[in-house]
């Protein structure tokens, strides 16, 4: 794959003896989908107020980085044994909430994705994942510069997503190399859907009017990827630093997180399994007492 470059550059010598940290997927997604969802898309952002769609803002490190348009919606009753799962911080909310991203119980579409059926139905068509779970349009206005950022710190998670950026976008987004601290660019044409480590900061350049007049965005899809995926993305990625090393990764870091993860992130099979035994001992108790 091309090394990722700021849009006009030069090629420059190589300067690391890693992988570059965008791995490009998008020849295994046909081009007749990726332009079909384009225009809708493109639709849906010139006529977003007319068709009733509800938007967020999408924040990182505290401030607001873009404008989102979610289309599934959180349902934390799946989350464990009790009908609603109630956090014992701030911190272990957002720890389930990051594990359970992919989780298609936990997520289910919402308004938007029934009053824009062509997002999900591509989402439905992608060759990546063994199910979905959330899934947001990013978008950016003209001038908005972003704001740099991880997306989390978790050592024993590694988020399984693909980014997309429909041909329409002028979206210029760059990854941060931790080893180099370079920034690099995914390529301004011909890279429209990839993955890569969101522990690695990242962002955009600020924004400039397309040939539409518009801003841009891009499509984040999580769920859990299928063998085929998990395999290439395993053996291709570039990950982040891992600052404790976790049981199960077999000491292959952040790289060996994301193999261990078939089932999951590892810390809810292992809460599944607890809650499963909890189940077992409630029922026989319940037995007991009858």
């Not at 295994?28 to 009733?52: F, G, P, T, W, Y």
């Not at 007049?213 to 570039?238: M, P, V, Y």
Request: with cysteine.
């Amino acid at each position: 794959m091309a090394a990722l470059l700021p849009p006009s550059s030069a090629l420059p010598p190589a300067t690391t003896d890693h992988p570059p940290p965008f791995i490009d997927l998008t020849h295994h997604v046909s081009q007749d989908d990726l332009d079909k969802l384009d225009i809708c898309v493109m639709e849906c952002l010139k006529n977003r107020l007319a068709i009733d769609v509800e938007t967020s803002k999408f924040t990182a490190e505290n401030m607001v980085h873009a404008d989102a348009l979610e289309f599934c919606d959180r349902d934390t009753s799946t989350w464990c044994f009790s009908d609603v799962f109630v956090p014992y911080s701030g911190k272990d909310d957002f720890r389930q909430c990051r594990g359970h991203r992919g989780d298609a119980r936990t997520w289910r579409p919402n308004k938007n994705a029934f009053g824009i059926p062509g997002v999900m139905e591509f989402v439905r068509s992608l060759p990546f994942f063994t199910s979905t779970g959330k899934c947001a349009l990013i978008f950016n206005k003209i001038g908005d510069e972003g704001v740099e950022h991880a997306d989390h710190e978790l050592d024993d998670l590694v988020s399984e997503f693909v980014w997309i950026r429909t041909k329409s976008s002028n979206k210029q987004f760059y990854i941060v190399d931790n080893q180099t601290g370079e920034k690099c660019f995914v390529p301004s044409s011909g890279a429209r859907v990839g993955w890569f480590d969101d522990h690695l900061r990242h962002n955009i350049s600020p924004v400039t009017a397309n040939e539409d007049g518009g801003g841009c965005w891009s499509l984040r899809i999580d769920g859990r990827f299928n063998e085929k995926f998990r395999n290439i993305i395993e053996t291709k990625g570039f990950f982040g630093a891992q600052q404790v090393p976790q049981e199960g990764d077999e000491g292959r870091g952040l790289r060996g997180v994301l193999a261990a993860q078939q089932d999951g992130p590892t810390f809810l099979q292992r809460e599944n399994e607890y809650i499963s035994d909890e189940e077992e001992e409630y029922s026989s108790e319940e037995e007991t007492n009858n």
